[in-house]
């Protein structure tokens, strides 16, 4: 049996919604911070998907976006030193639609079943920037989720798949330009979303043998919410009963992230025995059928779509979100020399303190220091240290400072020294915060962010955020 053995999903913390100044009335949807982009969440979500599991048992790591930081460079291979897989696996970017992910996971499906590969672990995340005031901008939302698919402790087995491949010029992003463009609305609806969609599920019922109302639940992909609720009459599926809230009303249309979202949320209340349909839609249409297992009682806990729901943070005016995005050029607090390009050959050098975040125990007295070290700060032993990872574990706030001039989009910048549960200490920066909250022996958790980018290099590094339970 192949199928999904896990799920996971990750959603920023900041919104765009009721409270926040110059934004749309009645219209909400969840905003990726400064320092994040489209490999920070995906590496979230990676993580959230991964509780409970065994990391160095992934064979593989597969990323779906349409906003790649880098168009020449691999993100796969970030996410996987971020989450702290084996090097010696298969790892690979899927890009360019709005299906990528689900053509990600056809391709993780197709390699466990021949066999070059026991667990793939397929991310998928968008970060999509719509122009200020289009249509789009109510819309975009940013997000990520991941499922690992394998042959054992399979929670949803994938039963039958279908695709079709159909060229349009509806939606897309030209090389260079930051902002997506569409065809006019009736002409990119009628011959693509509402034509191609419909197609790819009735030609997968067909090959199953199977009607809308065998399903359980469906999760499809729709540009916005009124399309969405338009194709479920059309797909012949109850709205009500058994269509899967896409929650565009809450986080907005995550891009090549929505369907894995949805799925995420429909995993979260399926029942053993349930048979979920999932279709995806850009320049052509995937579609699957799920049968979900008793597997899913066995599942760890994990945040999941509904824990990162749970918390939120409202911005409190329009002018913050186009100044995080680059829309707008803002005086910095203090002028201060630009700062120098990162050092590709330091941040190499340093990935496995940087990026895994690996710091050392010594094991004569067990004392665990971050970054590592050649001595022992309380015995002085030399060179005789065990690896450990310290991105998985909680802090509390041993003490800060906060500087309001400091160098950050969203300042005061609060620099911290933190305690690791089990030992370890660590100076690094705070995000995700409210400055009033920001208190000593606060509860923390580590979030993988940026630094800066500087001369095209994104600086990747961990941060610190409170916790979001």
């Known amino acids: 049996m192949v199928g999904i053995t896990s799920f996971g999903a990750y959603i920023p913390l900041f919104r765009l919604g009721e409270g926040t100044a110059g934004w749309r009335a009645g219209v909400e949807k969840a905003i990726a911070s400064f320092d994040e982009d489209s490999i920070t969440m995906a590496a979230a979500a990676a993580i959230d998907c991964l509780q409970g599991k065994d990391r160095k048992a992934v064979d593989g790591l597969y990323f779906a976006t349409t906003t790649a930081p880098y168009l020449e460079k691999q993100g796969a291979a970030v996410i996987a030193e971020a989450v702290d897989l084996r090097t010696d696996i298969l790892t690979g970017d899927f890009g360019n639609s709005l299906r990528a992910g689900t ?13 070059s590969a026991g667990q793939v672990l397929v991310t998928a995340a968008d970060l999509r920037v ?31 798949s279908y695709s079709l491949a159909h060229e349009i010029l509806d939606l897309w992003r030209p090389a260079g330009e930051l902002f997506n463009r569409s065809s006019e609305d009736r002409f990119a609806t009628d011959e693509g979303y509402s034509n191609v969609l419909p197609r790819a599920v009735k030609g997968l019922l067909e090959k199953c043998g199977l009607g809308p109302g065998d399903f359980a639940r469906a999760v499809f992909y729709g540009p916005d ?14 709205a009500k009963t058994q269509v899967q809230d896409p929650l565009y009303n809450k986080i907005g249309n995550t ?16 029942r053993p025995g349930d048979r979920i349909l999932v279709a995806s839609y850009g320049d052509g249409a995937d579609a699957f059928v799920l049968k979900v297992t008793a597997e899913i009682e066995n599942l760890p806990p994990r ?9 939120k943070r409202m911005l409190d ?105 089990g030992g370890g ?29 500087v001369a095209g290099i ?10 979001r339970d």
């Open 103 to 115: 053509t990600a996971l056809r391709s993780a499906l197709d390699a466990v079943k021949a066999g």
């Open 225 to 238: 919410a009124r399309k969405h609720r338009s194709m479920a009459a059309r797909l012949g599926f109850d």
């Open 130 to 160: 719509p122009q200020p005031r289009s249509e789009f901008e109510p819309v975009f939302g940013d997000g990520a989720a991941a499922v690992v698919v394998g042959t054992e402790n399979v929670i949803a087995e994938i039963e039958a």
């Open 317 to 421: 005016d329009y002018l913050t979100y186009v100044k995080w995005r680059g829309l707008i050029d803002m005086a910095p607090p203090v002028r201060r020399p630009p700062l120098d390009p990162p050092s590709p050959a330091a941040i190499f050098r340093e990935r496995d303190q940087n990026i895994r975040l690996y710091g050392v125990q010594c094991n004569r007295c067990g004392c665990r220091q971050y970054p590592p070290q050649r001595v022992c700060t309380k015995c002085h032993t030399r060179d005789d240290f065990t690896p450990v990872r310290f991105s998985d574990k909680r802090a509390t706030l041993f003490t800060y400072s906060m500087d309001s001039l400091g160098p950050t989009p969203d300042p005061p910048l609060i620099v911290c020294f933190i305690d690791f549960e």
């Open 255 to 270: 891009g090549a992230a929505a369907v894995f979202m949805t799925l995420a949320s429909a995993l979260e209340e399926a």
């Open 458 to 467: 994104h600086n990747y590094y961990w941060k610190c955020v409170p916790v």
């Open 303 to 311: 945040r999941g779509v509904k824990g990162y729901l749970k918390s």
């Open 425 to 453: 200490r660590m100076a690094c920066t705070m995000t995700d915060r409210a400055v009033e909250e920001v208190r000593v022996g606060m509860p923390l958790e580590m979030s993988f962010r940026k630094l800066y980018t």
